[in-house]
């Protein structure tokens, strides 16, 4: 047999990105990405210009279509290869991103009548106006003794599917019932391709608390949250829930043609962003805690056993690789700090000398912020600019800066920032590692990495741990890509597990960042500071986050 390929397909935050890999070695041979036209959708719908409220967050699910169009052909172009040697396609998604879908699985926003109506649009994952839904969520969870609840850390999160959809149900009931089905979009891609509508168990499991045994919470948990979703799970969230790495179909010779590939060819089942890059950078045993570092980080690890961890995204049995427990956190910004304070509040003088440096601002932020010692900023920060994702689930939480004075720069504000986003892995780590979750080693993959060397030491120091980075440019569509080789299978050129693939497949670089222990004890101090502003603001002592988002919201 000849050389074989996948592709792999990336949904971000901001843009889809293909990559085309060759199976033999995991080797990426061309890579394209397609920035969706629409941007993330949190001002005003496209079209009517209808204004949103606070905290929303949509996508077009046109967007996606045209990631496929664009990036697909334009990966098979550069790499001058014979299409007919791609043997599968894969794609991974940001995760709860989820839309309603009428009974031929069009998007309710494609509809003319319903397209000024916000609910109809796709819900992106940092959509964070389910809160007052996730509230009752869990405060009836919890009332009840459901026994998911703690598979959940605790507490179900706003961004996931049963408080968007609930919201729909609360503030357009009109829309609700119109909705056939209620899709994950990495699912709706996926039926796109294929003509099939298979829902997988990674965003089932993490996002809307299915399980593999006991399937969804009871009809008597839905009743007892709204009568009118008693039945939601036999009906808007119906269908076979597949495992990663199964076939979800063949590519239909519709999109084969505009995709510029052979009709037929294994398309796996969608997958979420953070756990595709598992395998890609080759983790497949417990005790290694991987990083997808971007707009946000998830944490993602492995585990024999289901343990209890608080504020855990979730933990599902083969939810990242089949045979182990898969648990997930994360951090809801994280790059997006780094983008606002750039962005929001940065004098012009630091763009002004980035200039005349000739080097980009988080160039020049990152190189200035280095000079300083751990604790000689004098500042520290509170990472919730987008709520708290892990350990205490509360999107209500924002942002801290403590410090300041006359003479505070802003490459210092920038390091506080930094290390504020690391204090906040620290949590998780240790939230793990006490709770029977053992963290060894870090993996970092992601744009970060890549873009900001301070950052990733000041994660070594802050956590204690040696970091491994990803030798990718795209790791979760390179995960994505090796889904997509087990779809198709070792008789078609491909894998028969995930496991053989990513012995095969997976890369990392050889120079990994290493605790530096001066580094190490300064932060412990700063660290125990943190902890302590993480409680007080975080654990109800004082809530003056969310009385302000309430004086806020009343102002408005
Ligand atoms: N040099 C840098 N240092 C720190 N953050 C950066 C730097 N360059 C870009 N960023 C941030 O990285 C994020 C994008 O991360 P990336 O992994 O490329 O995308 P995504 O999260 O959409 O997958 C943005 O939030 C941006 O502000
Ligand atoms: O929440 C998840 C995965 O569970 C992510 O999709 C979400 O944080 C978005 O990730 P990105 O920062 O866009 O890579």
């Not at 506080?416 to 029977?436: P, Y």
């Not at 890369?507 to 101090?525: A, G, L, S």
Request: net charge negative; glycine share 10%; charged share 20%.
């Amino acid at each position: 047999m000849g050389k074989k390929y996948t592709i792999g397909v990336d949904y971000g935050t901001q843009s889809g990105r293909a990559v085309l890999v060759n199976l033999a070695d995991g080797q990426e041979v061309a890579d394209h990405v397609t920035p969706y036209r629409h941007h993330v959708i949190d001002e005003f719908l496209p079209g009517s210009g209808q204004k949103l409220e606070y905290d929303w967050a949509l996508q077009h699910p046109g967007d996606y279509l045209e990631v496929l169009k664009v990036s697909v052909p334009a990966v098979i172009e550069q790499s001058g290869i014979d299409p007919a040697d791609v043997i599968g396609i894969g794609i991974d998604f940001t995760a709860c991103t989820m839309l309603p879908v009428d009974e031929l699985g069009e998007p309710l926003c494609f509809h003319p009548e319903l397209a000024d109506q916000p609910h109809s649009w796709v819900k992106l994952w940092k959509h964070h106006a389910a809160q007052p839904e996730a509230d009752k969520i869990n405060a009836i969870a919890a009332e009840r003794g459901e026994s998911f609840l703690p598979r959940y850390g605790g507490k179900i999160s706003s961004e996931w599917m049963m408080a968007k959809v609930w919201q729909i149900l609360d503030e357009a009931p009109a829309i609700y019932e119109r909705a056939d089905m209620f899709l994950e979009a990495t699912d709706w891609v996926i039926s796109q391709m294929t003509g099939n509508m298979v829902r997988n168990s990674c965003t089932a499991g993490y996002k809307a608390i299915w399980h593999k045994q006991d399937g969804y919470p009871s009809k008597a948990y839905f009743k007892a949250l709204d009568p009118r979703l008693e039945n939601l799970a036999e009906t808007k969230l119906r269908g076979e829930v597949r495992p990663l790495g199964s076939r979800a179909g063949g590519l239909t010779e519709t999109m084969a043609e505009v995709m510029g590939l052979t009709p037929g060819i294994a398309v796996a089942v969608g997958n979420v962003d953070a756990h595709a890059a598992v395998p890609a950078v080759g983790v497949v045993t417990p005790g290694k805690l991987v990083m997808a570092m971007g707009t946000s980080i998830c944490h993602m690890i492995l585990g024999t056993e289901e343990k209890r961890v608080e504020g855990m995204c979730g933990v599902v049995e083969d939810g990242i690789i089949p045979g182990l427990y898969g648990y997930e956190a994360g951090q809801s910004a994280v790059g997006d700090i780094f983008e606002w304070y750039v962005e929001e509040a940065l004098p012009a003088y630091v763009t002004e000398a980035a200039a005349a440096d000739g080097i980009g601002i988080h160039q020049w932020l990152e190189r200035e912020a280095a000079a300083y010692k751990p604790g000689q900023t004098g500042l520290l920060a509170l990472d919730w600019w987008n709520g708290n994702r892990s350990v205490l689930v509360d999107t209500d939480l924002t942002g801290l800066i403590l410090g300041m004075t006359l003479l505070t720069k802003p490459q210092e504000i920038y390091r506080a920032l930094l290390e504020a986003t690391a204090f906040g892995t620290r949590k998780i780590v240790d939230a793990f590692h006490e709770n029977g979750v053992p963290v060894d080693v870090l993996y970092a993959c992601g744009g970060l990495p890549q873009k900001n060397h301070l950052l990733m030491q000041i994660y070594a120091d802050v956590t204690n741990r040696e970091i491994v980075v990803a030798d990718s440019k795209q790791t979760p569509a390179l995960g994505a890509a090796m889904f997509a080789a087990v779809a198709a299978g070792q008789a078609q050129g491909g894998y028969d597990s995930i496991i053989d693939a990513a012995a095969k497949m997976a890369r990392v670089k050889e120079e990994t960042f290493k605790p530096i222990p001066e580094h190490v004890e300064v932060y412990e101090q700063l660290y125990r500071e943190y902890s302590k502003l993480h409680d007080y603001f975080g654990r109800g002592e004082n809530d003056v986050m969310k009385r302000l988002k309430r004086i806020k919201q009343s102002a408005e």
